[in-house]
């Protein structure tokens, strides 16, 4: 090598140290997933200048990999879909835990066209590099380059293999403490929001309500006779109903919308934004609805029939506050344990004098 070529060599090295510093020095800068994609993005673009590219990552739910970020043609089609392990060269990265360099997948078995029909894009080099994080495979960056595009070299999979290093790490832990959060706002075993989740969330969103002047209300609901289930079943089938409940509630919610919480017990409450007093009391009975047509404990070899008491309180009709929202709520759904079970009930006008009641909904 020339002394010309070499300088040019020694530069580009240096070049790309510094920006591989840089890149480390910005992916530890936060623990949020979203800032680190997006900073993923970033380099990737800037760096390696691809046609199309991808960061897939796995759904730890449904054991399928899902296209996290999709950049260039028909990239808005791709963020729909999902890819099993195995499946395509990306699937194949995944599944093997080693990286492909194919400069002509026309040759390549793996290669997998669907998306390129869903896309309507027409691949002909692909570097896929996995996302690898204490010996596990956390997802795949894929650069994607078409016909007139050249192909992607070993310096390309030298940088883009530095990319995923750093990325990886710093996915793992924005996932990591997203977990941690999760678990300080989260019942362990209904997997519906804390108590403590709803005071803070209750603030909030009152305070918001009371600036926009958009509505806001609260259900509370208590199964009745619960205790008759833990006697009759033990305390294990017992908790499991409780765990069935939680998945019905928040099976009930808009997505997006809807926060259902374990208050306590068997006592739960939904929190339901943007909504007035006759949509919280639609979604009331649909809830009481659901708890008549559902049998508990199917899997278990049992068939255990549940209803719940329910209390509706709208801000501001009901309450001047958070707290006094809770306690609106509650007195209402004691109001309908008290007029036979199995009902709902709405909470009374708040007035100076006056907090919480419970009024009857001809529901049934």
């Known amino acids: ?15 790309q140290l510094a920006a ?18 997006a900073l993923v993005m970033q380099k990737v673009s800037s760096l390696l200048l691809p046609r199309n590219w991808s960061l897939i990552l796995l759904d730890e739910r449904t054991g399928k990999l899902s296209f996290e970020i999709a950049v260039g043609e028909g990239a808005g089609v791709l963020k729909g879909l999902q890819l099993n392990p195995g499946e395509g060269i990306a699937g194949a990265v995944f599944s093997s835990g080693v990286a492909r360099l194919v400069h002509d997948v026309g040759g390549d ?11 309507a894009f027409h691949t002909r080099s692909i570097l896929a590099v996995p996302l690898l994080s204490r010996g596990h495979v956390l997802g795949v960056i894929e650069l994607v380059n078409g016909p007139t595009d ?50 803070a969330l209750l603030d909030t969103e009152v305070k918001r309500s009371a600036r926009f002047r958009h509505p806001l209300s609260l259900v509370f609901l208590d199964l009745d006779h619960f205790k008759s289930v833990n006697d009759r079943h033990g305390h294990l089938m017992g908790s499991a109903t ?13 997505n997006g919308l809807d926060a259902v919480f374990r208050y306590g017990g ?37 068939d ?21 929202l809770i306690r609106s709520a509650d007195f209402a759904m004691y109001a309908a344990k008290a ?15 006056t907090s919480g009641g419970g009024s009857d909904v001809p529901v049934r």
């Open 1 to 15: 090598m020339n002394p010309a070529d070499l300088l040019s060599a020694m530069k580009r090295t240096v070049e």
């Open 20 to 37: 591989y510093n840089e890149m480390a020095k910005a992916l530890t800068s936060t623990l949020e997933l979203r800032e680190v994609l």
């Open 109 to 119: 078995p793996s290669f997998s066209p669907r998306f390129d029909e869903a896309s």
């Open 150 to 199: 050249p192909p992607f070299s070993n310096d390309d999979l030298t940088t883009l293999t530095a990319i995923a290093d750093y990325a990886a790490i710093a996915i793992e832990n924005a996932r990591n403490f997203r977990r941690v959060q999760e678990l300080t706002i989260t019942d362990e075993h209904t997997g519906c929001y804390n108590a403590r989740h709803l005071r």
């Open 242 to 254: 409780l765990k069935e409940v939680g998945d019905l509630l928040m099976a009930q919610g808009r």
């Open 266 to 302: 068997d006592e739960f409450a939904i929190l339901l934004v943007e909504t007035d007093q006759e949509g919280a009391t639609q979604i009331a009975q649909r809830v009481c609805d659901a708890f008549r047509g559902r049998s508990f404990l199917v899997d278990h070899g049992l």
């Open 304 to 324: 255990v029939r549940v209803t719940a008491s329910v209390g509706v309180a709208t801000f501001p009709e009901h309450a001047t506050s958070a707290v006094d």
């Open 339 to 353: 007029r036979g079970r199995d009902g709902i009930c709405v909470a009374e006008p708040s007035s100076p004098d």
